[in-house]
């Protein structure tokens, strides 16, 4: 609720920077590129996270315990070097992708480029926590009562007639626990948008993610008062969504 000035020193502004950040474009395009980035990426993510955990409880994948851990390690890798490793692979010139499409006489794509930086970056998320969504979730499949799953068995219910059926409702606590998580997750963002400005500088500016925004704020700009203005917001907004997205869940539950 201060604001420093060069002249005047630190001054009490009362909920004048609150009031701005509702304002600031900056904060609500980034907003905006986050909202869209859940509404595409989450489904997907999890979407692949169940489907390997119903694949792996169901016991027809051949080992299954190395198939778990190859689906986990990803989560294992620093998110730093996870996004190093990433966008040397997204590299136009010098990358692997690149010389594929190179090696068949194809135009590689622009991985970095601002109409495909953003799907990059859904897909480094994605492989990171697709493992750690899994783990949530196949834990939560072993934990179903084996007599619901012989009663169906018994009475001829198929694989995906009995996941459809009976696992997934028995599990729809631990989908709505990831589901939050990738909700603070997403607006949260920060170490891949802020690495791979590194490469793309001309794509993802200080203010690409709000969470990347208000570190600029503060340890660029020079203007903690007003970071923690939008930090204040930002988590607001993070939990507003949180309660509306686990009150939904909950209606659904109980339904």
Do not use: C, H
């Not at 169901?58 to 390690?73: D, H, K, N, P, Q």
């Not at 994605?126 to 799953?149: C, D, H, K, Q």
């Not at 997750?185 to 690495?195: A, D, V, Y």
């Amino acid at each position: 609720m201060f604001k420093r000035t060069l002249v005047g020193g630190e001054t009490f502004v009362g909920l004048q920077n609150i009031i701005s950040v509702f304002t600031d474009q900056r904060f609500l395009e980034g907003v905006g590129r986050m909202t869209v980035f859940f509404v595409v990426q989450v489904p997907i993510m999890l979407g692949l996270a169940l489907f390997i955990a119903l694949a792996l409880d169901s016991g027809r994948v051949r080992a299954a315990r190395a198939s778990r851990l190859a689906v986990f390690i990803p989560y294992a890798v620093p998110g730093v070097v996870a996004t190093l490793m990433w966008g040397y692979l997204y590299g136009p010139d010098f990358s692997p992708i690149a010389q594929a499409f190179k090696a068949v006489g194809l135009t590689p794509p622009d991985l970095l480029s601002s109409n495909l930086i953003l799907a990059s970056m859904m897909n480094i998320v994605t492989w990171e926590f697709v493992g750690y969504n899994m783990i949530i979730m196949f834990a939560a499949l072993r934990t179903i009562p084996l007599e619901s799953l012989e009663a169906a068995q018994i009475d001829g219910a198929g694989q995906i007639r009995t996941a459809l059926s009976i696992k997934i409702p028995a599990i729809r606590q631990a989908i709505m626990l990831t589901l939050i998580f990738s909700v603070i997750g997403t607006f949260q963002l920060f170490n891949e948008p802020s690495l791979l400005s590194k490469i793309a500088p001309n794509v993802i500016g200080t203010s690409y993610t709000p969470n990347l925004y208000a570190y600029s704020l503060a340890f660029v700009n020079q203007d903690p008062n007003y970071a923690a203005a939008v930090a204040f917001v930002l988590g607001a907004l993070i939990m507003t969504v949180s309660y509306v997205v686990q009150l939904r869940g909950r209606r659904k539950v109980s339904a």
